[in-house]
């Protein structure tokens, strides 16, 4: 019997999201089976932890620390360390903008904020690996951060994301994140606001909140739930979303932590399985800073996961419209396969 991917009735179909308010073009003939549509590109073994920065013990060979978990400078046995990176995308060292420079509307001083959170001082502990309670901890580590940069008044956008495996841009093996501030909103973060204000316009109602309910579900827990967006832009993309309507992801408290933790770590260990260890990247989509009261209906934080199972060509960079293989509906049904329990 054929697969869905490989069924004579699957055609392609374009898709618009929503919330990213992008179009996606799903071309079943493109790809394999779901289930075989696995990473040709695994995750490596760790190399030695001998020459690794992050690892404990090598504190001293680390751009400067801003806080460590638990909060006691002189404690060797900490658990999450969050330091400036050492090769900083944008610089705090730089006069905070006060104006453009050089050609109007075009430039800005390069002033923000680019730090490093090393989720483990142990080199062969990957995130998915750690209770859910583990991290939770570095997502309240994340929310922290968060909070120390909104005293920065210039300071529009924070992205968290955590880049892992070589091809998915990680430049250590050892398990860390990154969080960037920017003196800007990022277009894309605009253009998802655009997307959700559309849609409420037209609906009364939030995006987010409403595919909650449909089909693609893989898992859900008390106030969290995993699912393949409608128009996933990558094969396998999963979205973590709060049940609760909710713009900011640093509104999280100490026990919706632990709950996303636990979800977290369940969405990591379900694509390894299935996707054969693929390298990886997950952002947390929140929502400006500074978000306006009429924005709040319709502004939903979530995290969202990339397995890196396909390059980007010429089409996709030129038209900024993507080609997924995967239809979302065969891409949850090899999700919820992996039968694993959902950590309380």
């Given at each position: 019997m054929a697969s869905p991917a490989q069924a004579p009735s699957r055609i392609p179909e374009l898709r618009h999201d929503p919330v990213t308010?992008?179009?996606?073009?799903?071309?079943?003939?493109?790809?394999?089976?779901?289930?075989d549509f696995k990473s040709k590109t695994p995750q490596s073994a760790n190399p030695s932890s001998e020459s690794c920065p992050f690892c404990g013990g090598r504190e001293h060979d680390?751009?400067?620390?801003?806080?460590?978990?638990?909060?006691?400078?002189?404690?060797?046995?900490?658990?999450?360390?969050?330091?400036?990176?050492?090769?900083?995308?944008?610089?705090?060292?730089?006069?905070?903008?006060?104006?453009?420079?050089g050609c109007p509307g075009r430039v800005l001083g390069g002033f923000g904020y680019h730090d490093v959170v090393i989720e483990t001082p142990i080199h062969?502990?990957?995130?998915?690996?750690?209770?859910?309670?583990?991290?939770?901890?570095?997502?309240?580590a994340y929310k922290l951060r968060i909070e120390q940069i909104m005293r920065c008044e210039f300071i529009k956008y924070v992205q968290v994301f955590k880049n892992h495996g070589a091809s998915a841009g990680a430049s250590f093996s050892h398990s860390h994140s990154q969080i960037l501030a920017l003196?800007?909103?990022p277009p894309s973060v605009s253009l998802r606001l655009e997307g959700s204000k559309e849609h409420?316009?037209?609906?009364?109602?939030?995006?987010?909140?409403?595919?909650?309910?449909?089909?693609?579900?893989?898992?859900?827990?008390?106030h969290f739930i995993s699912i393949v967006p409608f128009a996933?832009?990558?094969?396998?993309?999963?979205?973590?979303?709060?049940?609760?309507?909710?713009?900011?992801?640093?509104?999280l408290d100490h026990h919706r932590a632990v709950d996303l933790g636990g979800l977290l770590r369940?969405?990591?260990?379900?694509?390894?399985?299935?996707?054969?260890?693929?390298?990886?990247?997950?952002?947390?989509?929140?929502?400006?800073?500074?978000?306006?009261?009429?924005?709040?209906p319709y502004a939903h934080w979530y995290l969202q996961i990339v397995p890196q199972l396909s390059g980007l060509?010429?089409?996709?960079?030129?038209?900024?419209?993507?080609?997924?293989?995967?239809?979302?509906?065969?891409?949850?049904?090899?999700?919820r396969d992996v039968n694993l329990p959902v950590e309380q």
């Open positions: 308010n992008r179009w996606v073009i799903f071309s079943p003939a493109r790809a394999k089976r779901p289930s680390c751009a400067p620390e801003i806080f460590r978990v638990p909060p006691d400078s002189a404690n060797p046995n900490w658990k999450i360390r969050v330091i400036e990176n050492l090769y900083p995308a944008l610089s705090r060292n730089v006069a905070v903008p006060d104006g453009e420079i062969s502990v990957q995130l998915c690996d750690m209770e859910g309670r583990e991290i939770g901890e570095v997502l309240l003196p800007i909103i409420f316009d037209k609906t009364g109602k939030c995006n987010l909140c409403e595919a909650l309910g449909e089909e693609l579900v893989i898992d859900k827990t008390a996933a832009t990558y094969p396998f993309e999963i979205w973590i979303v709060p049940l609760d309507h909710c713009p900011h992801f640093h509104e369940l969405m990591l260990n379900k694509i390894s399985i299935q996707l054969n260890y693929p390298p990886f990247n997950f952002m947390i989509q929140t929502s400006p800073l500074q978000v306006k009261d009429s924005q709040l060509g010429g089409f996709e960079i030129g038209s900024g419209c993507y080609i997924n293989p995967v239809f979302p509906e065969d891409a949850v049904k090899v999700l």
